[in-house]
C-alpha cells in the first residue's frame, strides 16, 4: 500500500517536472521568438534611418547643385554688368576723336582689314 502511494506520488512528481520543463521550453522559444522580432524590427530601423540619411544627403546635394548654379548665374550677370559698366565709363572718358579712331578701328575689324 504504502509502496502504491509512493509509486502514485513519484509519478505525479514526474508528471509535474515534465510540464514544468515544457512550460520553460515554451517560454524560451517564446524569449527567442521576441528576441528574434525585436532584432529583426532593429534591423528594420536601421534600414530606415540609413534609407532617410541618403535621402536627406541627396536633398542637401540637390540644394548646393542650386546654389552654386545660382552663384555661378550671378557671377555672369554681374561680369556682363561690369563689362557694360566699364565700357560706358570708358567711352564717357575718352575724347570725341579716340572714340572716332575706335569705332573706325571696330568697323575696320569687321570688314576683316585689322591689319591695315
Known amino acids: 500500500m504504502k509502496n502504491m502511494k509512493k509509486m502514485k506520488l513519484m509519478k505525479k512528481m514526474k508528471k509535474l517536472k515534465q510540464m514544468k520543463l515544457m512550460k520553460l521550453m515554451k517560454l524560451m522559444k517564446l524569449m527567442k521568438l521576441m528576441k528574434l522580432m525585436k532584432l529583426m524590427k532593429l534591423m528594420k530601423l536601421m534600414k530606415l534611418m ?39 565709363s570708358t567711352l564717357r572718358r575718352t575724347s570725341r576723336w579716340t572714340r572716332w579712331t575706335m569705332h573706325l578701328l571696330r568697323s575696320m575689324k569687321n570688314l576683316s582689314i585689322s591689319h591695315y
Open 50 to 88: 540609413k534609407l532617410m540619411k541618403l535621402m536627406k544627403l541627396m536633398k542637401l546635394m540637390k540644394k548646393l547643385k542650386q546654389m552654386k548654379l545660382m552663384k555661378k548665374m550671378k557671377k555672369m550677370k554681374l561680369m556682363k554688368q561690369m563689362k557694360q559698366m566699364t565700357m560706358t
